[in-house]
């Protein structure tokens, strides 16, 4: 009895010092390229793993620049997880520097990508660009090869696919299982737990799914065009039957040009958009000039490629998603 008492007692004090107690000292540490794949992370592997997040919340992935303490990070690593789809531009570089012998795992394997937008091809590639010659930083050779899809993104270091696989929660359930597949392959002792994690976390997003769609469901069919800053909700529009126009592409590393802007008023009148938000992760100058020029008000913050921080209201994945559904609603429908 005395035994057992001064255990507990003496776990309760490493926990309170911030220490985890021998028994459930950190088995494992992983590298999450971003805060929502860390908070997927957190979610498998709970008191076993350790999670460094390289970008952080509130950060864009698409230009980050990683500091010196994200290759001793990745240096340390058992694990390091990536979205891949060509998001994490930096990723390679870094990896290559730290000198990192984990292996590098790409969660959003096995998801159905999506190919990059007709509409998007158009709007990097379209006549006006190449008359007025506004895609300067664009080389000749690219433009020469651009006959296969790779060449479309050019200057985006983008893929032909959309990497925001994870704004489909389905997708989001491959990712969890992936990220629990890889723990047990680097810590066998763990498997047991990582798998019961992930089958508790995969219950909550099936009934947060649930949530989501009944919310969009009240929303009329002829008011779900919305405008956004960048093209991040491509496989959220495809999944829930929303409609998304982006004034980038979808990376944010090409700044909108004046006839892409111009392009994107006459889309929102033509189209009778309802509602028009800023993103968490992008100044939202570009979306307020848009939203003065078409009379749209803008209907709140989505978080787009980032979760917010511990005060913010998308601290965790499932609270991003509910949050942005909710605030998607409330522009709509005026509640
Ligand atoms: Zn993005």
């Excluded at 511990?310 to 409330?330: C, L, Q, W």
Aim: some cysteine; glycine content about 8%; proline content about 3%.
């Amino acid at each position: 009895m005395f035994r057992t008492l001064h255990l507990a007692t003496y776990a309760g004090l490493l926990t309170l010092g911030g220490l985890a107690s021998s028994a459930s000292a950190a088995e494992l540490k992983a590298v999450a390229s971003f805060s929502i794949i860390a908070d997927f992370a957190k979610n498998v592997g709970g008191d076993r793993v350790e999670i460094s997040t390289l970008v952080p919340v509130d950060g864009d992935t698409h230009v980050y620049e990683p500091r010196p303490a994200d290759a001793a990070a990745l240096e340390q690593a058992d694990v390091v997880l990536v979205n891949g789809l060509q998001f994490e531009g930096f990723m390679s570089r870094l990896i290559e520097t730290s000198g990192t012998t984990a292996p590098v795992i790409e969660v959003s394997k096995g998801i159905e990508p999506l190919k990059a937008a007709e509409e998007e091809h158009a709007h990097h590639e379209g006549e006006e660009h190449a008359k007025a010659g506004l895609d300067q930083d664009h080389k000749a050779e690219e433009h020469a090869d651009a006959g296969d899809d790779h060449g479309h993104e050019g200057h985006h270091h983008h893929g032909e696919f959309d990497p925001h696989a994870w704004q489909s929660i389905h997708n989001a359930e491959i990712y969890v299982k992936n990220i629990a597949d890889a723990f047990c392959e680097a810590d066998k002792a763990g498997c047991a737990t990582y798998t019961a994690n992930s089958e508790a976390y995969l219950a909550k997003l099936g009934e947060l799914e649930t949530e989501i769609k009944a919310a969009i469901n009240v929303i009329p069919q002829d008011k779900r065009t919305i405008i956004t800053s960048h093209d991040a909700f491509g496989y959220f529009a495809h999944e829930y039957g929303l409609k998304f126009i982006a004034a980038e592409g979808l990376s944010t590393e090409a700044e909108a040009s004046a006839a892409d802007v111009a392009r994107l008023v006459d889309q929102v009148k033509e189209e009778k958009a309802s509602a028009i938000f800023v993103e968490n992760i992008t100044n939202p100058r570009l979306v307020e000039q848009i939203a003065g020029e078409t009379g749209l008000k803008v209907g709140g913050t989505l978080y787009s490629d980032a979760l917010s921080g511990e005060d913010g209201p998308a601290s965790t994945y499932i609270d991003m998603f509910r949050y942005n559904v909710n605030t998607i609603k409330a522009a709509i429908l005026g509640s």
